[in-house]
Structure formats: C-alpha cells, structure tokens
C-alpha cells in the first residue's frame, strides 16, 4: 500500500513540472501589457518602460523562463503586478476561502449524491427514481449563475432568511485568524455564534456549486448499484438471506462506489473552476475572483502562482482519491503492482 | 393562502431552524460597496477607486470639494506665486498630527514629493514634465518651495493628486530602495480623517477604516460622525443591487446601471443620488489610419451616431449631451459650439465626399469595446446598426482596459475605434482637451486619436503656460473650436453619477473628484 502511494505521488511530479512551463507559455501569449496596467491610468510610455525594466518584462522569453521555474521551486511567486503585494501573501488570505467553498460543495455534493443515487437504483424506475432523474438532468443543466440569483432572490431578499453576499456579517468581521477557515476559526475562537454566521454565509454558494457535482455522483451512484445488483455474487447474498438494506448499504454500495469515488476527484477541478462565477456573484473572498482580475489586469505573476497553487491543490486531492479507492476496493492497489 | 406564501412558510420554516447571528448594540458601521483600489499606497496609483483612499486616509495640500469643483486649502492654509509662474511657496497649517501622533512639518511634504517622482508612476506624471525632485525644498518648518521647469498653469490643479505621508512611518519598513513600496501597498501611512486597520485588509476585498479623532480639521461640522467604516466592494450588479436594497451595503459604486435606478428609487430604505459629474463618454478614432486620416469620413462618423437615441433611450436620460471634449460644466468651453446630430443623410453626404477623395469607407472598421464595461457594448451595437444603414460594416471586438491602452502606445497598434470615458483627475480642461489632442501626448492613452493640428499644438501649449485665467480660458475655447471643426473622435454625453445609498446614509456630498466619498462629512441615522 505505501508503494502504491508513493508511486502516485511520485507520478504527480512531471505532471505539476509541465504544468510549470505551460502556464509560463500561456502567460506570455495572453494579450495584454502588465507594465501599462501597473503604471496606471495616466502614465506616459517612458514610465511604462522603466516599469518593464523594474519586471524583467524586456528579457528574452527563456531567460524569463529559467528565472520562474527557479522562483516556483523555492516557493517564491514574486510581487504581483497590480497590488504590489508578495503573491505568496495574497494567495494565502484567498486560498483557504476557496478551499472551505470547495470542500463544503463537494461534501453536499457526495453525502446527498450516494444516497440519493443509491435510493433511486433500489426504486429503478419507481417515482423515486424519476424524481432523482429529474434532479440530476437539472443539476448539469442549470448555469450556476441563474441559480446563484434565483437563491438569492428567494432565500435572501423573498425569505430574508440567509445573508446574500460574502462570508461573515460585516459588522462582526471575520474571527481571529489561526487556519484561515472561518469555520474552524471561529471554533478555536469559542465562538459559536461566528461558526453559525458563516455556516449561514456558506449556505447559499456551496448548494450553487454543488448541485452539478450532486447530480454526477447520483447519477453515477445510481448506475453503479444498478449494475451491482445483477452480479452473481448479489444473488447469492440473497440467497443467502441478507436483509435489503443490509444488502445494499454493505455489499452494494461497497463494489459500486468505485468509479463514483474516481468522480469526486475529477468534480473537484470542476468545482474550483466553477468557484469562479459563483465567487463573484457571492463576493466570496476566493482565489476565484482572485484570478479574474488578474486576467483583467493582465497580471501575470499571480495568474502563474494560481494555476500552480490549484494544480497542487489537484494533484493532492487526486492522489488522496487513488488512495480512497485502493482502500475501498484492494484490487486497485493490487492491478497498479 | 397561495403558492408563494406557501411556499415562502415553508421554506422559512425549514430554515428557521438555523440560529441567526445575534443583533449588535452598537451602531452597525457604515458599510461602502464602492471599488476598492488595488493598491493602498497614494503613490503607486491614480485611478477613480484610488481617490477614496486619498480623500479619507491622506491629505494633500488642497482639495477639491463640492459640484463644481472649487480648490480649497487643505493641509497648505495658503500660497504664492512669483511673477514668472515658476516658483510656488506653501504655508502649512499648525497643528497637523498624524495618524501616530507625530507633527507633520514640511520636511514631510518635500518627502512625499520627492518619493511620488522618485517612483514615478501615475499619479507623477502630471509634475515630472517640470518638476525636479532638488527642486523642492523646505524653506521653513511650515513652508514648502517648488520651483518648476517652466511655467505650468495646471499645477495648483494637480496638487491635491498628491497625498502627504509619514516619512517616520514609513523609515522602517523601506527595503531594497523601495521607498516603502511594499509595506505601504497593505498599510497606510497618512494623517486623514480616517486610519486603516491593516489586520483586516486584504486587496481588492476589504478595508476597514475607523475615525481619527485628531483629524487636524476638526469634527465641529459634524455632530455625528461615522466612527467605522468597512469597504467592502461588491462585485457583482446584481448582487450590488440586491445587497443595497437588502441593506447588507449602505452604498454602491457611482456607475448604478440605469436601469436599476427606479427600482432603487421606489425602495424605502434606499436612494439614488444623481450627481452632474466631470466624465465624458468618447469614440475614438484612430486620426493616423485610412479612413479616419479623412475629415469628412470623421465627419460621416460623427453624424452617424444616434446621440438621443442613446442618452435618452438605452441611458433613459439619465446623462447629458455633451458636444466637446470637455465636459460641459467646466470652463474654457465656447460658448456658441453645437454639437454633431444624428443624421444619416449628412453622414452619407461626407462619406460620399471621403469615399471620392480615395478614403477606404468601405473596409472593414473595427471597433473596441471593454467587454466588462455594458455601455460600450450598447454604444458599439447601436453604432454598427446604424452604420450598415449607410453601407458601412463595423466589426465589434471585445477587449479590455489594460490591452487597449497598452496597444495605444503606437499608432499602428491602436484600434480604428474604441470606446471610454475620460474622468476627473484634476480639474482643468489640461485634463480633457490638453493632454487629449496636444500631440506632445501621443502615445498615451488620452491621446489616442493620435490627432495632429500645429496651430492647435501651440493654443494648448500658450493655455498650458498661461497663468492668467482669462487668457487661458480664451485659448482653450479657441483650441476647442479648432479641434471640434477637425472632428477628431466622437463626444457624447457628460456622466450623471447614479450612487445608490440607504436612507440612513446623511450629508452624503457629491464632488466629480472621489466621487462623493468623502466620508468625513458623512452620518448615519439611527
């Protein structure tokens, strides 16, 4: 089993390397000159120069190239363009907003998805199954930014039950800061009314950005069990006289759960990519809104330093999901030998 | 009891269940949802969101207040001039504390010009053309000197661009001759009525801000003052909205979508304040490529573009024509100019003109819009609507503000068209017509017309040196009527700032520069 997992996290490290260089070229071929933005509204061209002088901005490409790979591996992301801020700082005040959004969507995503899948597979084709059916063509039809409003429309400003926008009532501020998770904080803190405030502040974008992934993990779910239940050893089970439930919760569930756990690690890229409009429209303080405007402000520095920062945030969650799956089902370890 | 409500109990009673956070005692801050700028140092950055740093964490020896703009001391009680325009004296008030309690004294005020030239970004570009950085010095404890170049008529306009700093602040945290620049960029350094919490800054997402008691002004004109202020940039229209009309802000940004201006109106806890501002609405043309390098095609343009149509309609009224560069409200305007109407039939006359003496009408012109930006969306697509009308095939080409005007730096690369505004950075038709057509500019985005015309080149340049307000005034009308005449780009309307604010927000005063964020002259009702 260790070797198994250090050969996964050994098989991330070209893929991360490459992503290096990649995001590197890309930022060079997005239009754009981070050296106007930076000077401002009313600069003159010499300014502008000096300024792409300061930023290395006028050495050849390979030279900038060799430069980044060296400042990425020592961890050091350089001082963004636009703020005149070290990247690694700005990152580490966005990054665990994202990450709370993130997990809290994928958690909602797979605890209401199995169950929902699995119900609709041992009601195949019964209303049950209709209605989850429904459901799931809706979750990956439905654009996050029509139901990100609808919500806010009914739960904030109809209802006037849940907050509309950011991550903590602006009066009380955010708790004192210990992991950067408003919900963890605010626990450290003592402070239970904080944790409710931001549970109440999470409510609302993490079922916008969940809902597709729920729809996905039910569906798959749902197709997973169905396709258990014709197995030979199911029948024997039954046979055998093992109650329904136990059945399905156990034996079922276990061997069909495989390729849903596969799905949780792709769901998570889609989840972050998809933070990006669902942070905007919540003004949820994340590295989402983080890299829009670094495009608008052709800020390439931080761009560079997202993309890294996700793609390890990727490789890590996806390494974690091999491991999942090899515990779930101990083939898998045994097949990668 | 019908859908909705049943619906609406429902789903209350589901979500009843979660506890609501407690209510406070304390009066609840004032909450900005107005653009945050990206930076914090007054140095680094001169833009629209920059000026409510400006205005409410530094001071500059003067400042703009009110609609129209009127100069008034502010750090400086007063000045002087020598004859030849080239020496300027300024006095410093007494008694001008800090945000940590130290004096300012005019070695502070020569500190934070020589670092605003040293690090040479926006907001010193309008001094370096005459100012030298050994060319201003203390005199006296209370006097500053600054000997210029040559005579500038626009200086004293540009002087509240300037924020005075905290030299001994800032000492420490100077690394690698970087004036600062990196720890002044999350923190502030200045004696304004309000100080930043920098444990609660984060870029771009919030600013906490409390009131400085010591404030060298005083608080006698206010009996209540705002004593917390959390800016909290909403980034969204839709949820701006909805946050304000929900009262989870207290105040957007000044650019409310017209659209939303009667909804925010017929609310009872909200308002739209609007406000005549300084921000002229302009499509460009690119003066250097075929076809616009011919008047009567940039004439054929001109009347092609459906002015009321626009203002009235798609901005339902809500700006006011304005036929030049300047804005109307400002001076150096002639009085007797009558700006360009829609009218295909003069459109088609010119263009038949151009299209006789060789001009290319026929190709394909593009046009660049900010995508992020609607209105120049709409602009554009009702242009190329009407355009078509007269044969004339406009590509619309969605870009943004940082490659636009990183491609204005050459003629070649600038667009055929693009579309923006051009706000207030100081008030004085320099900041309009001067640097717009004075071809000493090209090459900036101001000058994007890459318009040339000596006679207009010498007018600006006189009104530019003059100090004499009356001659200026008449060379600036004289230069407009020149420049109109030339019909260089495409003026259309002067910006009516639409602010929406909660009821309880009082005393909210509107200026074209900062755009009413003032907030010292604000109070909240209970």
New interface residues.
């Given amino acids: 089993m260790a070797r198994y997992v250090l050969r996964r996290l050994l098989l991330a490290l070209p893929a991360l390397f490459g992503l290096v260089i990649l995001t590197f070229v890309l930022s060079r071929v997005i239009p754009g000159d981070p050296a106007a933005t930076l000077a401002g509204d009313g600069a003159t061209p010499a300014q502008i120069a000096e300024l792409r002088a300061q930023y290395g901005l006028d050495r050849p490409i390979l030279e900038q190239a060799v430069i980044h790979v060296r400042q990425v591996l020592t961890g050091d992301f350089g001082r963004s363009i636009f703020s005149g801020r070290p990247v690694a700082e700005e990152i580490a005040q966005r990054l665990p907003a994202t990450l709370e959004l993130t997990f809290a969507a994928l958690f909602l995503a797979t605890f209401l998805g199995i169950p929902l899948g699995l119900v609709a597979a041992l009601n195949h084709n019964g209303p049950v199954d209709h209605l989850v059916r429904l459901l799931s063509v809706g979750g990956l039809a439905i654009a996050s930014f029509w139901l990100a409003i609808m919500l806010q429309l009914v739960f904030s400003m109809d209802l006037d039950v849940l907050p509309l926008r950011g991550r903590v009532d602006v009066a009380t501020g955010l708790p004192p800061r210990v992991t950067g998770f408003v919900l963890v904080d605010s626990l450290v803190a003592g402070r239970p009314d904080m944790f409710m405030d931001a549970l109440r502040h999470l409510a609302l974008p993490a079922i916008t950005l969940s809902l597709p992934g729920l729809a996905t993990i039910a569906r798959f779910t749902r197709s997973g069990v169905l396709e258990t239940l014709q197995k030979d050893f199911v029948l024997y089970a039954r046979a055998a006289g093992y109650g329904r439930i136990r059945l399905a919760a156990i034996y079922v569930l276990r061997n069909a759960v495989t390729l849903v756990v596969t799905q949780v690690g792709l769901l998570f890229g889609a989840l972050i990519s998809g933070a990006v409009a669902v942070e905007a429209i919540f003004d949820w303080p994340g590295l989402g809104t983080y890299a829009v405007q670094a495009i608008l402000s052709a800020d390439y520095k931080a761009l560079l330093a997202v993309t890294m920062v996700v793609g390890v945030v990727y490789a890590v969650v996806n390494v974690t999901v091999d491991v999942a799956q090899a515990l779930i089902d101990p083939r898998v370890a045994e097949d990668a030998r | 009891m019908g859908f909705r409500r049943l619906r609406?109990a429902v789903?209350?009673a589901a979500?009843?269940t979660?506890?609501?956070?407690?209510t406070?005692a304390?009066q609840?801050?004032l909450?900005w949802g107005d653009t945050l700028p990206?930076?914090l140092?007054p140095h680094?950055?001169?833009?629209v969101p920059s000026q409510f740093v400006l205005l409410n964490v530094y001071d500059g020896l003067y400042r703009y207040q009110g609609n129209p703009p009127q100069l008034v001391p502010w750090l400086a009680e007063s000045h002087t001039t020598s004859a030849d325009g080239l020496t300027w004296d300024f006095t410093l008030r007494e008694g001008i504390r800090f945000h940590d309690g130290s004096a300012m004294t005019a070695d502070d005020v020569v500190y934070s010009f020589r670092r605003l030239l040293a690090m040479?970004?926006?907001?010193?570009?309008?001094f370096?053309p005459v100012l030298r950085a050994e060319n201003v010095t203390a005199t006296g404890p209370r006097t500053v000197r600054f000997v210029l170049s040559s005579p500038y008529a626009p200086f004293l306009s540009a002087i509240p661009l300037v924020a005075i700093v905290n030299q001994r602040a800032l000492a420490p945290h100077v690394a690698n001759n970087d004036w600062g620049?990196?720890w002044l960029?999350?923190n502030s350094a200045g004696s304004g009525a309000y100080r930043v919490d920098p444990a609660?800054y984060?870029?771009?997402?919030?600013m906490?801000l409390a009131r400085f008691p010591d404030h060298f002004m005083g608080w006698g004109h206010n009996q209540r003052p705002i004593e917390q202020v959390?800016a909290?940039?909403?980034?969204?229209t839709?949820?701006r909205v909805?946050?304000l009309?929900?009262g989870?802000i207290d105040a957007t940004d000044s650019y409310l979508p017209t659209d939303q201006v009667e909804r925010v109106d017929r609310n009872a806890r909200t308002r739209v304040a609007r406000d005549e501002s300084m921000r002229v609405f302009i499509i460009r043309m690119n003066n250097r490529k075929p076809p616009f390098d011919n008047r009567d095609a940039r004439l054929c343009f001109a009347h092609a573009f459906n002015y009321q149509g626009f203002n009235e309609v798609i901005l339902r009224g809500l700006v006011v024509r304005n036929g030049g560069p300047n804005p109307n409200n400002l001076w150096g305007n002639p009085p007797d100019l009558t700006p360009y109407a829609f009218n295909l039939e003069t459109a088609r006359q010119h263009c038949d003109r151009a299209r006789a003496a060789g001009a290319p009408i026929g190709r394909e012109i593009e046009i660049h819009i900010q995508s992020?930006l609607e209105q120049t969306t709409q602009a554009a697509q009702m242009f190329q609507a009407d355009l078509r009308r007269i044969g004339i095939n406009l590509r619309i080409v969605p870009n943004?503000?940082?490659?636009i005007?990183?491609a204005t730096?050459r003629a070649e690369s600038t667009p055929d068209m693009w579309i923006h505004w051009v706000s207030t950075?100081f008030v004085d038709p320099e900041n309009w017509v001067g640097q717009m057509y004075d071809s000493q500019f090209h090459?900036?985005?101001?000058a994007s017309a890459w318009y040339t015309n000596a006679e207009v080149d010498t007018l600006l340049r006189r009104a530019r040196a003059s100090l004499d307000r009356a001659e200026r005034e008449q060379l600036y009308q004289q230069a407009t009527r020149q420049i109109f005449a030339d019909s260089p780009d495409i003026w259309v309307y002067n910006t009516l700032n639409l602010r929406g604010l909660t009821r309880r927000v009082e005393g909210y005063q509107f200026s074209p520069v900062g755009s009413g964020g003032e907030i010292r002259l604000m109070s909240l009702a209970n």
Avoid at chain 2, 18 to 22: D, G, N, T, Y
């Fill in positions: 609406a789903l209350a979500i009843a979660l506890p609501v956070a407690p406070l304390q609840r801050p909450v990206a930076t140092d680094a950055i001169f833009d040479n970004r926006a907001p010193a570009a309008a370096t620049a990196t960029a999350a609660n984060q870029t771009r997402v919030s906490d959390r909290r940039p909403v980034l969204e839709s949820t909805l946050a009309l929900r989870e992020e943004t503000w940082a490659n005007t990183s730096a950075y090459g900036t985005w101001k």
